[in-house]
């Protein structure tokens, strides 16, 4: 069975900090894929990355990076300068290979104050 | 290129009733998954359909159906419904079954009363 834990539930940070969402996985697989997406108020999911599990590199773009560490079974993002445009819910899901069914985590609610 | 559509956008429904939620994958996309998202949790899986067949169902009681049409568009149908029904229902397409990424669109707001 797959599980994906995101351990916060609401992050609050001020316009230009740095956030960190948090994000643990479990799975029985070897390989599988790790996902974020967006929702911000309109409910609308927004894609923001996919990642295989046999590529551990850290991803950059833009303000946003990820770090992927297979030993912890965590795949973690980072908003660097927070924007207020950056407030919504985020989730990380898995996928196991061959499937394209999504298993999510409960989300973090960022909130980016002024 | 249009992304995902569905309809409707919200829906008001009384306990018992029966609703039809409709979906068009984006362009090409053979495949298309509904998921269920009762607030405050992330979306779950309800089914997906691939080339028209079922492909894969998630933990849901047999009042929840659903189908896709030859030009790969879909359904879903919740039958005798309940008040724990009320929740925002997603769907995504992508182009096959496999590795792919799915791509959501914007969802129907249903309500139980």
């Known amino acids: 069975a797959q599980k994906v834990t995101q351990a916060q539930t609401e992050i609050s940070v001020v316009e230009k900090e740095d956030v960190t969402l948090d994000c643990v996985y479990e799975?029985?697989?070897?390989?599988?894929?790790l996902f974020w997406y967006k929702q911000p108020p309109s409910g609308e999911l927004v894609f923001l990355i996919r990642?295989?599990?046999?590529?551990?590199q850290n991803e950059i773009s833009g303000r946003y990076s990820w770090n992927f560490q297979k030993s912890t079974s965590s795949f973690n993002f980072t908003i660097t300068a927070s924007q207020v445009v950056d407030s919504a819910v985020y989730f990380c899901a898995l996928s196991a290979s061959g499937y394209s069914t999504l298993t999510f985590g409960k989300g973090t609610m960022l909130l980016v104050s002024p | 290129d249009a992304g995902v559509t569905q309809s409707p956008t919200h829906l008001i429904k009384t306990r018992g009733q029966h609703v039809t939620l409709r979906c068009s994958p984006i362009?090409?996309?053979?495949?298309v998954s509904w998921y269920q998202q009762v607030l405050g949790q992330g979306p779950q899986f309800i089914f997906q359909?691939?080339?028209?067949?079922?492909?894969g169902r998630g933990n849901f009681p047999d009042r929840f159906s659903a189908r896709q049409f030859p030009n790969y568009s879909s359904e879903l149908n919740v039958n005798a419904l309940l008040l724990g029904d009320s929740a925002l229902y997603l769907c995504?397409?992508?182009?096959?079954?496999?590795?792919?990424?799915?791509?959501f669109g914007p969802g129907t707001r249903l309500t139980v009363t």
């Open positions: 362009s090409g996309h053979k495949s």
């Open positions: 799975t029985r697989d070897t390989t599988y894929y």
């Open positions: 995504a397409s992508s182009p096959g079954q496999g590795d792919y990424e799915q791509y």
């Open positions: 990642r295989n599990s046999f590529d551990e």
């Open positions: 359909y691939y080339e028209k067949e079922e492909r």
